[in-house]
């Protein structure tokens, strides 16, 4: 964005990693909704597309806002007139240096996951988010005892009643794999190597690093497929959910050996790790997953300098993606958006917004340097994402879980089994979100009623009425 707004700068993109992923397919669905690819891409065709770039491959070691200049891990000294932090988050894991306990972030994290799995027959998975949702699906093979908080699964995109509507797809087969996905793999330069509820249907384990050189850019969407996400047992899909629940106490097995607990050891087999749960139960497992969400890559960044951090660990900016330091914006996963926001908009580390918070911080810098107004961004009015869970197209718009409505909000529900749950969230007769499963096709009409906040009172229920065009009817 900077590179095309203003040709005549010289700009720099430092990154730590091999590759430069490129935003492609770019797809306006609506207003707000939007979908697109991402490829990695060789500097170069980055490099020619705009004449003005340059790409440096090397960690930033150092930030001196004072003197306005980055110091990078191959002992170079960049000065700038204005810089943008966009380096991202890295997992926040339950324990850190714990050769048992798993982080997935980037293709060698994923590569790590995939050759432990390739010899697992029990994992347990921890967290109820993103990264638990896709792998309880995906991972065959092995048996898989996921440990949620919460009463119902998915609480960070959805609610009981979605959660209860999903269930079923961890019991049945998986559907046949569709066509293959044509967007490129994220490899690196070598290929990837190819209360309860049962359903049954050599690097060091610190594979997620730490330090800034060897933190890759996260995955994404569809990151797990073309890759085997395969146990060494023959069943197919066996999920146990265990319910509001936390880890108590991760142990090996040599702990075990030395403890007087050996009857836990003939109660739950002989592992290499074990897992004590705050209900009471310990689960032996070849390897935990640690999908407990994200910290923001920070570090390099903060010392020496006076940056405002959010209570999340992000660098707060404000409606510019300005951070408190001065010429110093920041986007995506490393930042917290701290401005006035509006109502029917939050953020959540994705790659929608991430790309949203870059495009908008490249306009930003550009018109300060060419001292232009500009004004917060329409994408940020309306919560928007698109993506996929069970097999589901899954789209969430606005407060979609009724976030920070308190009591004062209502709720309609549609739901067909096995084919579409409908949510929609409304606050003195107007929506203010919805939750779309399946290929329902009222995201656009939604949006717009979103958005344009038209009292719904007298249409009550009949809003969900599924004889009734809704599209047609509002157009
Ligand atoms: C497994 C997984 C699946 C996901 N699936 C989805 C999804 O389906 N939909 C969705 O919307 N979002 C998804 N996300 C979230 C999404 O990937 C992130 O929100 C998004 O990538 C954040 O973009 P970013 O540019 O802020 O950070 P990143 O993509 O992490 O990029 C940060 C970059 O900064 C570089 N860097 C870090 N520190 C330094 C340093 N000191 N010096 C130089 N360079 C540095 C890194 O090498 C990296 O290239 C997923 C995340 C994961 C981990
Ligand atoms: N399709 C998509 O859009 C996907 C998006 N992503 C994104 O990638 C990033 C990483 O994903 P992920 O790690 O799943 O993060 P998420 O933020 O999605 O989920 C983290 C989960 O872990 C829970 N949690 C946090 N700490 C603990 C703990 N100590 N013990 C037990 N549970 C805990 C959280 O509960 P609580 O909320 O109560 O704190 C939450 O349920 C996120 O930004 C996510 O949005 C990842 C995969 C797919």
Known sequence: MLSSQIPSADVALITAGPHIKAVTNYKQVSRTLEEFDVEEQPSSVLE???????????????LHTKSHCVETADGRVFGYKKLCICSGAR????????????????????????????????IVIVGNGGIALELV?????????????????????????????????????????????????YTTEEAAPGGSHTF???????????????SGS?????????????????V???????????????????VLHKSPQQTLRTECGDWPVYVRLTNAKTFGCDFVVSATGVV???????????????????????????????????????????????PLWQQMRLWTQARQMGWYAGRCMAAHSLSEPVELDFCFELFSH?????????????????????????????????????????????????????????????????????????????LLNPDIDIEDYFD
């Open 48 to 62: 020619e597309k705009f004449p003005n770039l340059t790409i440096i491959h090397s960690a930033v070691k150092s």
């Open 91 to 122: 997992p926040k894991l339950l324990t850190q240096d714990n050769p048992y306990v798993l982080g997935i972030r980037d293709t060698d994290s994923a590569q790590e996951f995939q050759k432990r799995l390739s010899k697992a027959k029990r």
């Open 137 to 185: 699906y995906e991972v065959e093979g092995c048996e898989v005892i996921w440990a949620v908080k919460d009463k119902a699964i998915g609480n960070t995109f959805f609610d009981a009643g979605a959660a209860q509507f999903l269930i079923p797809s961890l019991e049945a087969d998986k559907p046949q794999a569709a066509a293959p996905c044509k967007r490129p793999r």
């Open 200 to 214: 049954t249907a050599d690097r060091s384990s610190q594979a997620y690093g730490h330090g800034p050189t060897d």
């Open 218 to 234: 996260a995955l994404g969407p569809d990151w797990h497929e073309g890759i085997a996400l395969r146990g060494a047992e023959q």
């Open 236 to 254: 197919s899909r066996r999920v146990s959910v265990e319910y509001q629940c936390e880890v108590e106490k991760i142990f090996t097995s040599e």
């Open 296 to 342: 923001p890559n920070t570090e390099p960044f903060l010392q020496g300098n006076t940056f405002v951090v959010a209570d999340d660990g992000g660098l707060q900016v404000d409606d510019h993606m300005m951070t408190s330091e001065p010429d110093v914006y920041a986007a995506g996963d490393v930042c917290t958006a701290c401005w006035e926001q509006s």
């Open 386 to 462: 698109i993506t996929k869970f069970f097999n589901y197209k899954v789209v969430l718009l606005g407060k979609f879980n009724g976030q920070g409505l308190g009591p004062d909000h209502e709720l309609l529900v549609r739901c067909t089994k096995g084919q579409e749950y409908v949510k929609v969230v409304l606050s003195g007769g107007r929506m203010v979100g919805a939750v779309l499963i399946g290929e329902t096709d009222l995201e656009e009409t939604f949006e717009n009623l979103i958005l344009n906040q038209m009292d719904l009172t007298p249409y009550g229920e009949e």
